[in-house]
């Protein structure tokens, strides 16, 4: 599933209590409904932001953000949950040289803005396991409201660690002109680096560990 809006990237407002999940409430489950309410932290290791450009009309190129960090707070009804996501922007991944260009002025600006924050405000289920969240994101000194359609695809114990894991997918659309990011964009009949720019989001997380 994919929507467009004027920003992209989040999950699921609304405040609870920090109370550790344990073992015996950890169902194996496909159900956003059957997860137990608490406090959850992002498992960089599994988590990533994939982002899309046209580059000139010759390809559709991809890089990725990764060890994103964060928190979800999820509620007992699922709609009444929180998220906040910080994206570190020295960590863009290409595969190439290109990641010291992004991480320049011409893009990120990584030297004066080096993370990226997004913050939910609000989530509509829409189905038993999706929901549009819209949030804030903060990106190289702007922030715009953004809107995340997001699937909730599976909640159990994730062998290697023998840790509740829960896991999401969202898709969202920005543009980057919205963050001041204007750097070889089209114009008139030129082509370029479009405005638009598709996010692709895969997140897991695990419980908040109390000590």
């Known amino acids: 599933m994919q929507k467009t809006t004027t920003l992209g990237a989040a999950l699921l407002a609304g405040l609870l209590s920090a109370a550790p999940v344990m073992a015996d ?61 910080q994206i570190p922007l020295n960590k863009v991944l290409t595969g190439s040289d290109l990641g010291e260009h992004l991480q320049g002025e011409d893009f990120f600006n990584s030297a004066e803005y080096g993370t990226a924050t997004f913050t939910s405000t609000s989530i509509e289920i829409d189905g038993d396991n999706e929901a549009t969240i819209t949030g804030d994101l903060a990106l190289n000194g702007q922030t715009h409201p953004v809107e995340i359609e997001a699937e909730f695809n599976r909640g159990g114990i994730y062998a290697f660690d023998e840790k509740y894991h829960i896991g999401f997918s969202g898709e969202a659309t920005i543009k980057r002109s919205d963050y001041a990011i204007n750097y070889l964009l089209p114009e008139d009949d030129k082509q370029g680096i479009s405005d638009e720019v598709t996010l692709r989001i895969e997140a897991e997380f695990v419980p908040e560990q109390t000590n």
Do not use: M
């Open 25 to 85: 409430k950890a169902p194996e489950t496909d159900n956003i409904n059957d997860v137990p309410a608490g406090n959850y932290t992002i498992d960089p290791l599994h988590s990533k932001i994939t982002w899309g450009v046209d580059h000139y009309g010759f390809s559709h190129y991809e890089g990725q953000f990764a060890d994103l960090s964060g928190e979800l707070r999820l509620g007992e009804e699922p709609g009444n949950s929180n998220l906040k996501i």
